[in-house]
C-alpha cells in the first residue's frame, strides 16, 4: 500500500540493509549501535534509517528514572551513524577508517523521543571533499520532526592501520 505521496509503507518496506549488513560497515556496537535497518539508499546523495527505541536502552536507567526520554545527543549519533553507513558503504579500505564528528550546526530538539517510538532518520549528503564532508538530517517520530542538525564529518586512519 502506498501512501498519497507515493512512498510504501514500513510493513511494505523491504529494508536495503539489516543489522547484519549495517555491522558489517559501522565499527560500532552494543550499547552504542544506534541504527537497526536501512530503509532507503541513494549512493552519493541520501539515506533513511530506521532505529527502534525500546525501555531496554542503557541510558533510560538515569535518562531519567520514571520519566524517560532519549538523551538529545543519542539522536544525534543516530543521526551520525545513519550518515556513515552512507559513507562507509564506498569507502574503500572501509576496515582501516573511522568517521569522526568534526562539528555540529544547527541542532534544535522538537519533542522528546520515549520508549516504543521508531525514530526514522533521514540524511542529506550537502558536501563531501577528500575526507571532509557535511550532511543535513532529520529525525521524525510518527512523521513529527524530532531533531535536526547538520553533521560535519571527517575520515580518519584508524589507529593500528
Known sequence: MTSE???RSQEEAKPVYGIAEIMK????RYPFLLVDKILELEPDKRILGLKNVTINEQFFQGHFPGAPVMPGVLIIESM?????VLIYRDLPDKDKKL???SGIENAKFRRPVLPGDQLRVEMQLLNRRNNFGKMKGRATVD????AEAV???AIVEKPGS
Not at 25 to 28: N, Q, R
Request: without cysteine.
Open 5 to 7: 505521496t507515493g512512498k
Open 25 to 28: 560497515f559501522l565499527p560500532h
Open 80 to 84: 551520525a551513524q545513519v550518515a556513515g
Open 99 to 101: 568517521i569522526y564528528f
Open 143 to 146: 512523521g513529527k520532526l524530532a
Open 151 to 153: 553533521v560535519l564529518f
